[in-house]
């Protein structure tokens, strides 16, 4: 579990720091314009970053899944080259979903001045900068999406479904407070990520003609949002993590 916390951690700093300068430069600075290849640099790493995170909940769903199903094999099933593999399954699953994207776009001319609606890049927001035929683009990205986000929260969804038929069927009252408690910090880490992700692609898509604070205000909420709350949500409901903050910050133990 402490490893995928790492690695979620790891990857909510790429995503705040893979945005952060022309988010600055935007609000603070009102930069009217973005070099092209800090463009798209910018925009692959955001949608590799949102790809990992999507990856890292689903082994994180796949870690309590069998803590609580199959506790007695639990040690056997998670053991340190099998989590090593996972994350770099994950990392190698994510660069290959999103290596195309930049060589799709640099194929075709732009016939607007690069000004997206957000203040950072992303592929479907760029898509409306292009001149010529998109329609390998969209429906690419379209893939891309429904194989990684789609596939990925249908399996989280499968694994609650077991956790809780698991706990309902074996477990009394008490234990079933106490095993749902466990699980409760990661499906507040599901929904507030999918949730931003979600609302953000529904104003960019239906929202067209919203005002640019909306688009802006999403933007940001999606990005900015959840690896804040997640690092509040596990600093919560872990203890572990929670007893060495209090202890960094008042120099004892609880």
Request: net charge positive.
């Amino acid at each position: 579990m402490y490893y995928f916390l790492s690695l979620l951690s790891a990857n909510d700093s790429g995503v705040s720091f893979s945005t952060l300068p022309t988010v600055l430069a935007t609000l603070c600075f009102h930069a009217p314009e973005t070099a092209f290849h800090a463009f798209l640099t910018q925009m692959f790493s955001i949608h590799f970053f949102s790809w990992t995170e999507s990856g890292i909940l689903l082994a994180m769903s796949f870690d309590r899944y069998v803590a609580i199903c199959h506790s007695l094999h639990y040690s056997t099933v998670l053991i340190d080259i099998h989590v090593a593999h996972r994350g770099i399954s994950i990392i190698i699953h994510s660069f290959c979903m999103v290596f195309l994207l930049p060589f799709l776009l640099k194929r075709l001319p732009f016939c607007k001045v690069n000004a997206p609606t957000h203040s950072y890049c992303l592929h479907a927001d760029v898509i409306r900068l292009l001149c010529g035929d998109t329609t390998i683009n969209s429906m690419y990205g379209l893939f891309i999406v429904i194989s990684a986000f789609g596939l990925d929260s249908v399996l989280i969804f499968h694994s609650y479904v077991l956790i809780l038929c698991s706990v309902l069927a074996t477990a009394s009252q008490e234990e079933r407070l106490k095993t749902l408690n466990i699980y409760v910090s990661h499906i507040c880490a599901v929904l507030i990520f999918y949730v931003s992700m979600v609302s953000v692609s529904m104003v960019h898509r239906f929202g067209k003609h919203a005002p640019e604070y909306v688009h802006k205000f999403r933007s940001l909420v999606y990005l900015f949002v959840p690896p804040m709350l997640n690092l509040i949500i596990y600093s919560i409901k872990t203890k572990e993590i929670r007893k060495r903050l209090h202890k960094m910050l008042l120099g004892h133990k609880l």
